[in-house]
């Protein structure tokens, strides 16, 4: 690909990708009309076969993998790429330039700013006699280089180079925000397993040791159920459960409140037994019934009911959780789910994490259409709903 036309078509890329998909429906996916048009196709087609190399970062991996795709929209002999401490890939012919990758990249790693080099060689059949080298950065941070090689490195050449590295460091941002999501996440489960709160585990093991001398039969099955529930919250594999499965602790979790309570605690469940296999995240459930314990019960004489539903709805799953207690305001709602602030119940225990962790977590595994439905008022109790699909690729349970 001539050099101008690279980096014309880079520009539209990072730029007007939507201009292109109109020009493409006008056309109807036929002729796509000049060669511009058919350039810029052409180079947003091969930038979406390097597009998910970076997913993971700057990995040798995936270096490994784009490094073509990159060659292939600059047009020249020879693509390195290195993290500033290695050579992760190249690609071209001459890869007897490969080893003087890290060391043309010193300058630019030290400068944060494009660099050429000459490149010395004996060789009469290799055209690589000048490279140009550019930064790769996220935040601000050079993390490595891209680096272009060829028998010269005209003007053009540079700007195309540039141009690429920029929507690089794109997809090397996308990807950072999508592991510091990733962290937040498992630093929020850990906090939800520690929401296992020393007031719950210090109440359940007063209520069994009140039955230790009256009903010993009966305090060693909570005991068991208690280990059953414990097991289950700190288990430390797989990021997705059956609906059986967390049906089953919310069951052991409900007994161990039931054992405390006794008929102030009232729970229905409706379970469709077709959606038992669904895969659901891991302690996607266990906290909003958690919460609806709290709110049924919460300044209350009479007793709370906790109302549990799973049904078949076509594609999907939907799972409810409602209790008959105090409610809440929605702006108060909305604000726990964006993380906002946090209800506290008498025992110090929050909810809004819970809420919040759920909320995410399947907006993240699912998309957004997936987020948590929460209908409530004061003194109208609250009702949560949550919506899979009963069946994701990559999403099964372990």
């Not at 020249?76 to 890290?102: F, K, V, Y």
């Not at 009911?305 to 702006?331: F, H, K, N, Q, Y």
């Not at 929050?350 to 998309?367: F, K, S, W």
Request: proline content about 5%; charged content about 25%.
């Amino acid at each position: 690909m001539d050099v101008v036309v690279a980096v014309a078509a880079t520009l539209l890329l990072t730029w007007v990708p939507a201009l292109a998909w109109r020009w493409w429906r006008r056309g109807r996916g036929g002729d796509l009309g000049g060669p511009a048009r058919r350039a810029t196709f052409e180079t947003l087609h091969t930038a979406s076969r390097a597009t998910p190399a970076f997913r993971a970062g700057l990995t040798r991996q995936g270096a490994q993998k784009a490094a073509r795709h990159l060659r292939a929209l600059l047009g020249c002999e020879a693509l390195a790429i290195t993290d500033g401490e290695r050579l992760l890939a190249w690609d071209g012919e001459h890869d007897h330039h490969s080893a003087q990758s890290p060391r043309h990249a010193e300058a630019t790693l030290a400068t944060g700013r494009t660099q050429v080099h000459d490149v010395p060689c004996d060789r009469l059949d290799c055209p690589i006699r000048r490279v140009v080298v550019v930064p790769l950065a996220t935040d601000d941070r050079v993390v490595g280089t891209l680096a272009a090689y060829g028998e010269d490195v005209p003007a053009g050449l540079i700007r195309a180079a540039e141009e690429v590295a920029q929507w690089v460091d794109a997809q090397l941002e996308l990807a950072e925000l999508d592991h510091s999501r990733t962290r937040l996440m498992e630093a929020e489960m850990r906090a939800l397993r520690a929401q296992i709160s020393p007031h719950f585990i210090y109440n359940s093991l007063t209520t069994i040791a009140s039955f230790v001398r009256s009903d010993p039969e009966r305090a060693r099955e909570l005991l068991l159920e208690f280990a059953g529930f414990t097991r289950y919250s700190f288990r430390r594999h797989g990021d997705f459960t059956t609906l059986a499965e967390e049906l089953r602790s919310i069951d052991r979790y409900l007994l161990l409140q039931r054992a405390r309570f006794g008929e102030q605690l009232r729970v229905t469940l409706r379970i469709a037994p077709e959606v038992l296999p669904v895969a659901v995240p891991f302690l996607s459930l266990q906290p909003l019934v958690e919460n609806a314990v709290r709110h049924g019960l919460q300044d209350r004489s009479e007793p709370g009911l906790i109302t549990i539903v799973a049904e078949d709805a076509g594609s999907d799953c939907v799972i409810s959780v409602e209790d008959d207690g105090i409610g809440m305001e929605p702006d108060d709602v909305r604000r726990l789910l964006a993380g906002e602030e946090r209800a506290a119940n008498d025992d110090g225990e929050t909810a809004g994490i819970g809420l919040a962790n759920v909320d995410g977590r399947l907006r993240q595994v699912y998309g957004d259409e997936y987020g948590l439905a929460v209908e409530t008022g004061p003194g109208a109790g609250t009702k949560v709903t949550v919506r899979v699909p009963k069946y994701r690729p990559g999403v099964t349970a372990s």
